[in-house]
C-alpha cells in the first residue's frame, strides 16, 4: 500500500515529464515491429513479396536505421527534447503518410527505413535518454511509468488496427497514425515548457559512473562490460521481434485465425505492465546490475511454449512470460548506461547500445524469414532461440560482477 501512494505521489510530482515520456514511447509504436507486422499480409501482396523477400527489405532498412542511430542518437546530449523530439515526431508522421501513399517497391525499403529510424530509433531514445536524465534516485521507477506509453501501444494497437482492417483500408489506417502523431505535437511542446538543456540537468555529485567519473562514448567502446551486455541485451530484440513480425505466418502454420491470435496479446501487455513497475522499483532498491541476468530467462521459457503450443492457451502463458521479460528489457538498459557510465554522455552511449539493438532487431526477422524460405520451420527457429536466451544470461554474470566493483560507494 505504501509502494502504491509513493508511486502515485512521484506521479503527480512529475507528471509533465512522465506524461513526455509515456506519449514518445507510444508514438514509437508507428515504427515497432508489433505494429509494422500487422500489415505484412497487405505489404507483402502488394508489393509481391515472398517472406525471405519481407525479412530481407525490413532487415536492410532496419540496419541502415541502426547505423544512422549512432551518429543520430548523440544529438540527445546537444538538444532539448522540446526541440529534437518534436522535429523526429514530425519525421515519423511523414513517414507514416509515406507508407500510405507508396506504391513503388524500391521506395518501401526508405519507407521502412524511416519508420523504424524515427520510431523505434530516435523517438524512443530520446524518451528513454531524457527520462534517464531527469530523474536519478528514482530513476528506475520513471522509466517503468513512462514505458506505460509503448505497453498502451502494445495492448491496443496490433488488436484494433487487425479489427479495423476489417472495415478501412489499410492505407487509411497510415493516414489516421499520421495524422494522430501531428496532433501530439503541440501536446508535447506545453508539457515541455519547463524543460531545461541536457548540460543543465547533468549534476556531477550524483550521477558518476564506474570509477567516479563520467564516461566518454570512445572510453565505453573501449569497456568491456559494454560489449558483453550489448550483443545479450541484443537478443530480445533480435527474436521477440521475429516472433511478432512473423505472427501472421505463425498463426497460419499453426492453423489459428489472425485475430484470435493477437486477441491475447493483451496478456502480455498485462504482465509486461506489472513486470516493468517491479523491475522499476527493484533497480532502485537492489541495483541494475543484478537484476541484469535475470530478465531473460522467462523469454527462453516463453519460445519453448510457443515452439510446442498445441493451442492457444499455451501461446497465451507464452506472451505472458514474454511481457514479464519485457519490463526487464524496458527499465534495465538506461539504468545500466547512466549508473556504470554516468550521464553526461548519456545519449552518445545509450545510441551505440541502441544501435546494436536495433541491428538486432533487423537481423532476427531477415534471418528468420530467411530460414522458412530455406526450409527450416518456425516452430524449430523458436526453440533453437530459447538456447540463446540461456547462453546470453551466462555471459553478462561475470562482467557485471566485475564492473559493479568500480562504481562508486554511493550507488
Known sequence: MAAGRSYLTFVRDNAPFLMVGAILLFLSSFGQTFFISVFAGEIRSEFGLSNGDWGLLYMLSTGASAVAMIFAGGLTDRFRVRFLGILIVGCLALACLAMAL?????????????????????????????????????????????????????????VTMVWLKGFVPWHMLWIGCGAFALLMIPILWRLLRLERTPQATMSDDNTLGMDSKHWTRAQALRHPLFWALVPAMSLFPAFATAFWFHQVHFAAIKGWDHLALVAIFPLGTLSYMGST????????????????????????????LHWYAPSLIWVAFGVILMGLAGGGQATLPAAIWSGYYGTAHLGSIKS???AGLVLGSAIGPGLSGWLIDFGVGFEQQLLAYAVTFLIGSLGMVIPLRAASKRLPAAA
Not at 136 to 154: D, H, P, Q
Not at 292 to 303: D, E, K, N, R, V
Open 102 to 158: 507508396n506504391s513503388a517497391t524500391w521506395l518501401l525499403v526508405i519507407v521502412i527505413f524511416a519508420l523504424r529510424f524515427c520510431g523505434q530509433g530516435m523517438v524512443g531514445h530520446i524518451a528513454v535518454v531524457a527520462t534517464a536524465r531527469w530523474f536519478v534516485a528514482t530513476r528506475g521507477r520513471a522509466l517503468a511509468i513512462c514505458a506505460l506509453g509503448i505497453m498502451l501501444g502494445e495492448a491496443t494497437l496490433p
Open 277 to 304: 513497475f517491479l523491475f522499476g522499483w527493484a533497480i532502485d532498491k537492489v541495483g541494475a546490475g543484478r537484476l541484469m541476468p535475470l530478465y531473460l530467462l522467462p523469454l527462453s521459457a516463453a519460445f519453448v
Open 352 to 354: 551505440a547500445a541502441t
